[in-house]
């Protein structure tokens, strides 16, 4: 796409990664918004070497002082023109409410929440100069059942669905098109490949996706203007039963998911900070 | 309700917060009023103890500044008041195109309309749950039922509310911890609120509702143990429409009816 870039944050592991790998791979121009020490120059040059993109890195934590804004001033100061924009940043993690310690919920909150619709709101002026645009957002298949035991992370998901749907709605007219990826459990990082690797059955096996396989149909999807990206057989089914079960069926098949979600706490792992 | 407990309401000096500290008061329950500095909470607090009978107090705080729940919590342990109802009401809102409104706008309601009230409710859950029976009321809105375009930051930050109530309500499933949500249309809370229903004409008129009576209805319903509290007839039929029509269908209504304005 000539001289506009792809801007992605949470670039430098996951399903960021995957996705950043996807749009370069398809010779998309990309810049990519990691946190510190992640290795994220290795990437950007491995992107311009393998597929002759231009790619370029900001090393920052969002949820340092005015992040987003300094992902702003950034692409002011080297005048990229942006045409993607991924919020793709965010935690995970759950257990009791009470049990999770509060700066937790803060973090949660604003980087799953509060710092995409600031990063869309400071970058949309820019996406609107072209004649087509495409904003995309990470949520998770969790937004279809505000989940106990995930209660926080569920909302946050449950927020940017309805929010990516709002937008949608109101920017029909312009050449911005919005998308959200609703992914099932991704092996992103150890704890979930070790939690992976433990399944024994089948079936169980069968409800995790690699990042490589869900950043394919999340681009596929963002390309092709659709809205919601649910990849993988399973979780489409999950959508849709739980869209037209009463909820009061769907808490008593899906409620006890994550009740034992505490034993993580009994092994020392209080919560997890899976960037995606 | 037993004496010696104390209701928390953030937001409590106008409109519905100050509406249902004063009906919380009325069913003999002692207040404790959180709003920002420089309301008028001093007299609040005073009318309602010398008009109910019974203990009040009051805290200023912003709740989007860092540390203010913090300050809070340090003012309930200090004087040692026993909290068995909280009351996240504190919010603002906002209607139009998704770009009419700043960053920083943004970012001041989402710290306050979700933020705030996880982490209050975060503070205050162990409380709740040594002095049984106890209740968590959560401010939602007719917006919180679907998403609607002209709405998107407020309206998400609303379904925010009911979908954190919901998920808590599991939680708290088999403990004395009630979770409500209360989602009530357009209330009357102020000059400005009354003029502008006044200016969109008879059925918008009557959709309006006065805070006082969203109050007396919420309390009541929170005392039945109602989850999803729904005053007033537009909250109603919205809610059931909610659940009748399809999505898709909804989405093309949503759109028409927010297209042609």
Redesign the interface.
């Known amino acids: 796409m000539n001289n506009t870039y792809a801007l992605i944050t949470g670039a430098s592991s996951g399903i960021g990664k995957a996705l950043a790998t996807e749009l370069a791979s398809r010779g998309f121009n990309v810049l990519l918004v990691s946190k510190p020490d992640e290795d994220i120059d290795v990437l950007s040059r491995y992107f311009e070497s393998e597929y002759h993109v231009q790619s370029h890195y900001l090393e920052l934590d969002l949820l340092s002082d005015h992040g987003p804004e300094k992902v702003h001033e950034w692409i002011q100061q080297h005048q990229f023109k942006i045409s993607i924009l991924i919020n793709n940043a965010g935690i995970g993690g759950g257990g009791k409410f009470y049990k999770i310690p509060p700066e937790h919920y803060d973090q949660m909150i604003r980087i799953n929440l509060i710092i995409p619709v600031i990063l869309t709101r400071l970058l949309l002026p820019e996406l609107k100069k072209h004649h087509k645009s495409f904003i995309m957002f990470t949520g998770s298949i969790i937004a279809s059942l505000p989940m106990p035991y995930k209660t926080v992370y569920s909302s946050t998901k449950v927020f940017l669905k309805s929010f990516s749907r709002a937008l949608r709605s109101e920017l029909k007219p312009t050449a911005v098109s919005i998308s959200i990826g609703l992914p099932g459990p991704t092996i992103t990082n150890d704890r979930i490949k070790n939690d992976y690797e433990k399944k024994t059955r089948l079936i169980q096996k069968w409800g995790y996706a690699s990042p490589e396989s869900v950043a394919k149909k999340m681009i596929q999807g963002m390309l092709a203007e659709k809205f919601l990206i649910i990849p993988g057989g399973l979780y489409k089914m999950f959508f849709f039963a739980t869209k037209f079960m009463p909820e009061r069926l769907s808490y008593l098949l899906f409620g006890k998911t994550f009740s034992n979600i505490d034993s993580f706490h009994e092994k020392g792992i209080l919560y997890s900070h899976n960037r995606q | 309700m037993k004496r010696e407990f104390y209701t928390l309401i953030t937001g409590s000096s106008t409109g519905i917060g100050k509406a249902l500290a004063i009906e919380c008061a009325k069913n003999n329950m002692n207040i404790l009023c959180i709003a920002l500095p420089g309301t008028r909470l001093e007299k609040l607090s005073e009318d309602i103890n010398r008009t109910y009978q019974v203990k009040t107090d009051y805290f200023f705080a912003d709740l989007t500044v860092k540390g203010s729940?913090t300050n809070i919590m340090q003012w309930i342990e200090k004087k040692n008041y026993k909290i068995n109802m909280l009351i996240n009401n504190a919010g603002i809102s906002c209607e139009g195109?998704?770009?009419k409104?700043?960053?920083d706008f943004?970012?001041h309601l989402?710290?306050l309309n979700?933020?705030a009230s996880?982490?209050l409710t975060?503070?205050l859950?162990?409380q709740l749950?040594e002095n049984r029976p106890s209740y968590i009321l959560n401010l939602g809105s007719v917006a919180s039922y679907?998403?609607?375009?002209?709405?998107?930051?407020y309206?998400?930050?609303k379904?925010?509310m009911l979908?954190?109530s919901?998920?808590?309500k599991?939680?708290f499933?088999n403990v004395p911890l009630q979770v409500s949500v209360v989602c009530p249309g357009p209330v009357v809370t102020n000059r400005h609120t009354a003029q502008s229903a006044l200016d969109k004409g008879i059925i918008a008129r009557m959709m309006h509702m006065k805070a006082h009576r969203v109050a007396r209805y919420a309390i009541k319903k929170l005392k039945k143990g109602t989850f999803i509290i729904k005053p007033g007839f537009l909250s109603k039929t919205t809610y059931y429409v909610s659940l009748i029509i399809p999505?898709f269908i909804r989405?093309i209504l949503?759109?028409k009816v927010?297209y042609s304005r």
Do not use: C, D
């Open positions: 729940i195109p998704f770009e409104y700043s960053a943004y970012e989402l710290m979700t933020h996880v982490l975060r503070s859950t162990k749950l679907f998403p609607m375009p002209f709405k998107a930051v309206g998400s930050s379904l925010f979908s954190f919901k998920a808590l599991q939680e499933k999505q989405n949503v759109e927010f």
